[in-house]
Each structure stands twice: as C-alpha cells, then as structure tokens.
C-alpha cells in the first residue's frame, strides 16, 4: 500500500515587499568636496582616520559627528543639502 | 544602517567600515532597508588603528570615486516568494526535508539547520497544524499585532527579528507543531510571538520566557524542582518554540545575522519556565501584578539579554545554619554569629553582584528564601528592588573603571541620570548606581524546597519598554 502523502506548511515569516534602489552617483573628485565622517565607537580606529583623511586630503571639507555607540549621530537635513559623500565607521 | 540607506537615497554617496566576519549582516541590512548594494569594506579586530588606516583608506576612498556598476544603478522590488505549503510527501520524506541544512560560511565554517534548531521536529502536517489552531480563537489569516501598548502599539504589527518579517496565526501555530507542543499551549505560544522574538545583536545573547499567573498550572508547567531541567512537556515544547520562531519567522541564522559570538545555552532547545505564585510571600506581587495586570490573568515575560547563570554562592545547609542559630560561614562573614534568623541573605551575595558587570539581574529564589526576606522587613518587591539599587552604587572613581559605562555613556560626554549633571562636572566619591533603575533588578519565585537562588543577568526591559505580554489575549 502507497504511503499517505502530506501537505506541510511553511513555518517562515513573510517578507514585506522592499523597494530598492540604486546607489547614489559617486564622485568625480574629492577635492573641494564636503565629506562627513559619521563616527560610531571604535576610536583606536577612529581616532587614526580622522586625523589621517584630514592631512592626506586637506583639499576636502571635512566635517564629523561622533558617537561611543552603534547609532550615528545623524546630519540635519540642512546639513545633508551640503554634504556630497559620507564615510560611516566603525559599523559593529 | 537605516541612516546610511536614507543617505544613498538621498543622492549622497556612502561606504561603511565595518569589521570582516559582519559583512553578511551589512549585506542583509542593506537589502531590508532598499540599498542592497551599499559599500563596504573591513577595519581589522587586531591590527592597530594607524597600521590599519593605513591599510584601508585609499581603498576606502576609491569606494567613494569609483563609478558605479550596472548592477549597483539597478532598482527593482525585493519580494521573496510565500507559500502556505512548503512540502508535500511522505512523513520520511517531510523529516529529511525539514532537517536540511545549509552550509554558513565564516564565521561559522559549518551546516545551521535551515528549518530547524538542530533537533529533529514534528512534522506540520496540515491536520496537526489545524489541530493547533484549536487552541485559540484567533483567525489563522490573522495577522500577529500588538494586543497592548508596550513594545510596540496596540494594533501594530509585530515584525520578527531579524528580517523584520510578518507572520499570521497560523504560521506561529506551524511553528507550534514543529516544537512539539499542544493546542493548550498556543496562547503562549502566540504571546511569545508577540516580543517579535528577537535574538540580539553580538553581546545580548540570551532569551527566556516566563509565564505568570493561573494558566500555567492550566497548561501543567513545572515551576518546581528543576523549573529549567528538561523533562516538562509544557515549559520544553514552549520555550522551544521561541527559538524556532526566531528561525523561521524572524530569519535568525548564525553567522549572518545572529552574532552572537558564543551563545547561550539559554537558547539550546529554547528556555520557558512558570512563577510558582504560591509561593510568594503576603503581599508580595506576582510577575502578572507587577506589570499592572490582575493576580487572575496570565502573561509572559519575555528577555533578551546578557544570558548567563550564577548561583550556588552558598551551600543550603549553610544556608539554614546561617538562618536558624546564626552558625557558619554566612554567619561569620555578616558578623551574627549566635544570633538567630531571619536575617537578609541578599547581603552576602551584594559584593560579588556587579564586581565583574553592570546592569540588573533576575533573582530566582525558593519560596523559603523569599519569606525570610519578607520576615526581616521587605513587605514588598519593590522595597528589596530599591534595597538592591542603593546596594548597587559605587564611587565614581571606580565606575570609571568599567568597560561598558564608555559606551553607555557615550564616551562620558552625557549626563549622569541621578543627578542630572554631565559626567566631566561629578566628583570622584560621587555614588553611581550601577543599576539604571531599581526596577532592573526582578524577582521570581520558583524551586524546589532546596536553599538556592540563581541570579540569571540582564536587566528585565530595554530602552524602557516592558517585555510583557497578556497570554489571554490570545485565548
């Protein structure tokens, strides 16, 4: 005699659909550009960076917002409307 | 991660540094908040800063500069197939089905069930899943909602963590069938699902469940002698089901998005035990009337965090000597010697308490041990929880001396809650409690007869929120 076939149900979740998107449009050049540097915990990381990006690049703008967590200290919208690029670290 | 997705869409270009074995999660993020292609790259665990700068930053720099690939000017829809019925077979069949695995690679380098937590589980069939579904009188199209305010707002839908992810009644009842409990249990079940059932990020690695109030002798759950042993066919089959609606309904997968550097055995085959409410001194409120709900009605306490054990200070018998004639070494070290009990026992386990953490711990205690904490005054939980966050407090000089406090508080730039001054401005003898809040610390009564309490760490809420849920709810 055949065995009893059965239908099993599907324990996961459901995925909401997500839009997605492209990559912002990278830049041509760093010089004269404002580049922020978004600081997340990590300074024996952070701490060299920063001060390298500034000596190395001194034709960029830099700006910097720092945070001992995970979660970024965010730019305002008036400051993202001159922002052209975004360096985030450490992201833990 | 959220913030950088909202960046890239705003038209401004991003890379992340991140740390190598966390680029699946960077990859995962990206995708659920619409970036899927954001840039990356890795800062070392061990080289120091400057070598490492050194290192990344021209490459970091080029991420900024190079143009995009045609992949990376994509935009679509990310909308991964759903089906009710993910298997048809024989019973032999659906078992080697549903213990597939798949192979996860660094940092783990090994096979992570894809279904499952690693045990075999009980097939869902069709029949037993609407067996299940007789347990509640929920629709099992129903969405999972917030049944109160709390961690979410009432009428919300709950999102699994990690994914984010959605589930029906039903498919919390599937996850039911495949822990192997009963239709009486899913209200708890259902309860549970509510939390969103997350797993935590790289450091707060532990969950477990406990039910308060009279549906947890319904349902026959063991909240005596070995209330965390195996062998209780409700408190095992409940508390599995956590772990394996973090799994399916959340997406948690070890090494891509469940970080947890080693585990906790809190999380093997899940963890669910009961108050033993007749156990509580007079007076004294139960988990239920702690968190405003009536001795009659019954919730789950749901936690996530720092997940380990400590106990076994104090031998029992010492215990009793302690108590009785005030002999032995408790006696000795809280000098009452030949005096008789009660006397406040939480005493000697204070100094040892938050030398090595910070934050609150759940005290598990036997009904005997709580009473005499009621006999020599404490009338209430509230006043041994204030007791414990006086108890907590250290000179400033010390509390400087910790690891965590640099990132609580935010690198001693904020304020001090206790008394609203910034961290820089405190003299050194200042008193920090090392618990937030009194109510942190949380007592459970439950055991056997034995002299014991176990201190299980992490503190019962995060960011304020209370994590309980009303197990009536979802009758």
Aim: with cysteine; glycine share 10%; proline share 8%.
């Amino acid at each position: 005699m055949a065995e009893k076939i059965y239908k099993c149900l599907d324990p996961t979740g459901t995925q909401l659909p997500v839009k997605t998107y492209p990559l912002a449009p990278r830049l041509d050049t760093l010089d004269g550009k404002t580049i922020h540097i978004s600081i997340t915990g990590e300074p024996d990381i952070t701490l060299p960076l920063e001060k390298k990006l500034r000596s190395d690049y001194p034709n960029v703008n830099w700006t910097q917002k720092k945070s001992y967590t995970p979660t970024p200290v965010y730019l305002t919208e008036e400051e993202m409307k001159t922002t052209d690029a975004v360096i985030l670290a450490v992201t833990w | 991660m959220p913030y950088i997705t909202k960046l890239e869409k705003a038209g401004i270009p991003t890379v992340i540094v991140d740390l190598e074995d966390q680029h699946e999660m960077v990859k995962q993020v990206a995708l659920q908040y619409g970036v899927p292609k954001l840039r990356y790259l890795p800062a070392s665990r061990m080289l120091h800063g400057e070598k490492d700068v050194e290192n990344f930053i021209e490459p970091m720099l080029e991420l900024l500069t190079r143009p995009l690939t045609d992949e990376e000017k994509e935009s679509g829809m990310y909308m991964p197939p759903s089906q009710r019925i993910l298997f048809e077979g024989t019973l032999e069949e659906a078992e080697i089905f549903y213990q597939q695995t798949r192979h996860v690679p660094k940092p783990l380098d090994a096979p992570i069930a894809v279904y499952t937590d690693g045990l075999p589980v009980v097939i869902p069939t069709e029949e037993r899943v609407e067996k299940m579904l007789e347990g509640t009188s929920h629709k099992p199209d129903e969405l999972i909602t917030y049944q109160r305010d709390g961690i979410g707002k009432k009428g919300d839908v709950v999102r699994f963590l990690p994914m984010e992810r959605t589930a029906t009644v039903e498919r919390v009842a599937v996850n039911a069938v495949t822990a192997g409990c009963k239709p009486e249990h899913l209200p708890a079940v259902l309860a549970i699902a509510e939390s969103g059932c997350g797993t935590g990020t790289t450091t707060f690695w532990g969950q477990w469940c406990c039910i308060s109030g009279p549906y947890a002798k319904e349902i026959g759950m063991n909240s005596g002698v070995g209330m965390l042993d195996p062998g209780s066919p409700a408190n095992m089959p409940v508390g599995r089901a956590y772990q394996l609606m973090a799994i399916n309904l959340g997406g948690a997968v070890p090494g891509v998005n469940r970080m947890n550097s080693i585990g906790s055995p809190f999380n093997s085959g899940g963890t669910c035990f009961a108050e033993n409410a007749a156990g509580l001194p007079s007076g004294w409120k139960g988990l239920n009337e702690e968190y405003g709900f009536k001795k009659d009605e019954s919730i789950v306490l749901v936690i996530n965090s720092g997940g380990y054990i400590v106990g076994n200070q104090f031998s029992p018998g010492g215990y009793r000597a302690f108590q009785k004639s005030g002999h032995g070494g408790m006696a000795r070290r809280m000098d009452v010697k030949g005096i008789p009990g009660p006397h406040n026992w939480l005493e000697y386990l204070v100094p040892q308490l938050w030398a090595g953490r910070e934050g609150g711990y759940t005290f598990i205690m036997v009904p005997e041990m709580a009473q005499h904490l009621y006999e020599i005054g404490f009338k209430s939980k509230d006043e041994v929880y204030q007791w414990l966050w006086e108890k907590s407090k250290e000179p400033l000089k010390q509390y400087r001396l910790r690891s965590w406090p640099d990132e609580g508080t935010n690198g001693w730039l904020g304020i001090e809650r206790t008394s609203g001054k910034h961290w820089k401005e405190l003299p050194d003898d200042y008193m920090v409690p090392v618990v937030d809040e009194p109510t942190d610390n949380c007592i459970i009564i439950g055991g056997g007869d034995e002299e014991i309490c176990q201190q299980l760490t992490g503190r019962r809420g995060m960011l304020g929120t209370a994590p309980v849920f009303s197990i009536d709810a979802w009758r």
